[in-house]
């Protein structure tokens, strides 16, 4: 007799945005699996369209609460490319900082109150505050000198405003980068107590075959710029994403997925970075990741909150090192002329690669652009994940599969509101063309 | 007593309403023992505003179904919403939650709502910023019925 079996979860919980799974298992055969993104389009590609180009870095930054720097910092790139702008190396570090704070802001809040709760078997990041009251007010204090970065470059942490083209519009002192650069160094050993906190809970094991795609950088952390590599020998330059990747829609996800070109899902993120970029870390991230060599023997996605812990003592470090060499630039940005052209750039956002394609005319405005979030690239790779997972999922009963499942997704911190601002409207014309005046 | 005054939201259409309250009562001025402060968010910003305070204000709007504008006193131990959706949504009330796990709630606790009519925008709707000078004067109430339940405790 055949047995069919259906888990349907119609709002998977602590991920950013709306999002449902449906799952169908059929003699121990999953027979339909899909990761439904319903949160509707937001149209950003299409609204940012004929905008002057300097608007663009407060207007990208309204696509997450969680990781805006990510979006101004792919899209001023692109932008910067195009214009044939030349940053300091001031400003270019000042950048890894401004990125540095967002890495520590999002990596703790997911770790603290999305993911913890799965690996103590607790309803919510309150009940982990509860119980666990010393790691939570340690991924606090830890997470405000995240958003204290963003003040400090951004000159708010939510929807921050200080990023232009070229450079920001306000460089922080000295002093107030040697008070920052103090508390850091304060806090680093928190950082090291929570990643050997995390270390200690059950944190379940699901070793897979994955594709890992991240940016390589010649002799740095990848941030701000590198090769899209994957330890699969992928190893390209950013300009020729289409011709390694392919985007493509899938009826029930109002955010496309994404796949290598020839072999399809991939992962991209924190795990993605840290496997691929080992010989990049600073000595107190290798020696972390040292300690959890047994977790990264074989890609495994839920080795992914170890990453993100080894990613926040990155980032402090990363943060010290471009506040000790700390030189004001010039100027906060130099004059820039516009000019039509085309880039393709791409960051590594919290989530994994972000990559933004721009054009504009000869005035400067947006002719057309085009981003691709990380957590589209990802859907593919979470849908085959679960793929896996379900049967045996499924054998500890639906309570406990729906649990297991969620899990898995929430492995990848997917944000689902970045992913959904796409849509295509193509309008088919019959009969006489419209007069036009 | 140590008594802090916490306008919560972003610079976003009726969700700035908070801060707009914030920021006129610190222009009209408050009594010495009062820290008047606008946070963006509430995870973290009104956690860490919380600390030390022996008493606390959070204004905030709300979309409770009310006329818009209509400033009220939501009850501050009221049941939070069951589950947290996403961290996008860590809200005043998951923010009070969080507090109490971690032994931040102040002795005193009031909540000031104005009711919002629309979440985007530069500014407030002209509902939530006619609703300003009372949502200011329902603060200061609560400020003064704790000064005045404090003096007695001192008399008693």
């Known amino acids: ?437 | 007593m140590r008594v802090v005054v916490i306008g919560v939201g972003t610079a976003h259409g009726d969700d700035g309403i908070g801060a707009a309250v914030a920021e006129r009562l610190a222009r009209e001025g408050v009594p010495a023992h009062v820290r008047v402060l606008a946070v963006a968010r509430p995870v973290p910003d009104v956690l860490d505003a919380l600390e030390g305070a022996e008493a606390a204000v959070l204004v905030d709007a709300t979309q409770s179904g009310r006329t818009p504008g209509t400033v009220w006193q939501p009850d501050p131990a009221a049941p939070r919403p069951d589950r947290v959706a996403s961290s996008h949504a860590l809200g005043v009330a998951e923010a009070l939650a969080l507090a109490q796990a971690l032994g931040r709630t102040p002795r005193r606790l009031a909540l000031v709502g104005i009711e919002a009519e629309r979440h985007g925008g530069d500014t407030p709707s002209a509902a939530a910023q006619h609703a300003l000078p009372e949502a200011v004067a329902a603060v200061r109430r609560v400020l003064e019925g704790w000064s005045a339940a404090e003096g007695e405790h001192a008399r008693a």
Request: net charge negative; with cysteine.
């Open chain 1, 1 to 437: 007799m055949a047995e069919r079996r259906t888990i349907h979860v119609g709002a998977i919980a602590r991920v950013e945005g709306e999002g449902a799974l449906h799952i169908t298992v059929e003699n121990g055969r999953v027979e339909d699996l899909r990761l439904e993104i319903y949160e509707p389009p937001r149209f950003f590609e299409s609204f940012l369209r004929g905008r002057a180009a300097a608007e663009v870095p407060d207007l990208v930054a309204r696509i997450c609460g969680i990781c805006p720097v990510a979006y101004q910092m792919s899209s001023v790139h692109a932008l910067e490319a195009v214009f044939g702008v030349e940053t300091h190396a001031s400003i270019r570090a000042l950048r890894r900082l401004y990125y540095a704070g967002e890495w520590m802001e999002s990596h703790l809040l997911h770790m603290t109150f999305l993911a913890a709760p799965d690996y103590l078997g607790l309803e919510d990041g309150i009940e982990v505050a509860r119980r666990h009251r010393p790691a939570v007010e340690r991924a606090l204090r830890l997470r405000k000198l995240g958003n204290r970065i963003l003040i400090l470059l951004g000159g708010r942490s939510v929807n921050p405003v200080g990023v232009r083209i070229g450079g920001f519009h306000h460089i922080p002192t000295r002093g107030e980068l040697e008070d920052l650069g103090e508390e850091l160094r304060r806090a680093r050993g928190e950082a090291e107590s929570l990643l050997r906190w995390f270390a200690s809970l059950p944190v379940p094991s699901r070793p897979r075959p994955v594709e890992l795609v991240a940016l390589r950088h010649p002799d740095e952390y990848p941030m701000n710029e590198g090769r899209l590599v994957s330890n699969r020998g992928l190893d390209v330059p950013v300009a020729e994403f289409d011709a390694a990747f392919e985007e493509f829609q899938v009826e029930h996800s109002t955010a496309l997925h994404c796949g290598v070109r020839g072999r399809g899902a991939y992962q991209t993120g924190p795990l993605a970075r840290v496997l691929l970029n080992t010989d990049r870390l600073s000595p107190a991230a290798a020696a972390a990741r040292e300690s959890l060599a047994d977790r990264f023997e074989q890609p495994d996605p839920a080795s992914s909150v170890f990453a993100r812990g080894i990613e926040v003592l990155q980032a402090m470090d990363e943060a010290l090192a471009v506040i000790d060499q700390f030189e004001p630039p010039p100027s906060p940005a130099p004059d820039v002329t516009p000019r039509a052209g085309e880039a393709l750039w791409a960051t590594e956002a919290p989530r994994g690669v972000l990559v933004v394609g721009v054009e504009t005319d000869a005035a400067g405005h947006v002719a057309a652009i085009r981003i691709v979030p990380p957590t589209s690239q990802n859907q593919s790779q979470i849908e085959a994940d679960l793929r896996e997972l379900a049967p045996q999922a499924l054998a500890r009963g639906r309570e406990e599969a729906r649990r297991l499942c969620e899990a898995a997704i929430r492995d990848y911190d997917p944000c689902i509101s970045c992913a959904t601002h796409f849509l295509r409207l193509e309008v088919e014309e019959r009969g006489e063309p419209c007069a036009s005046s």
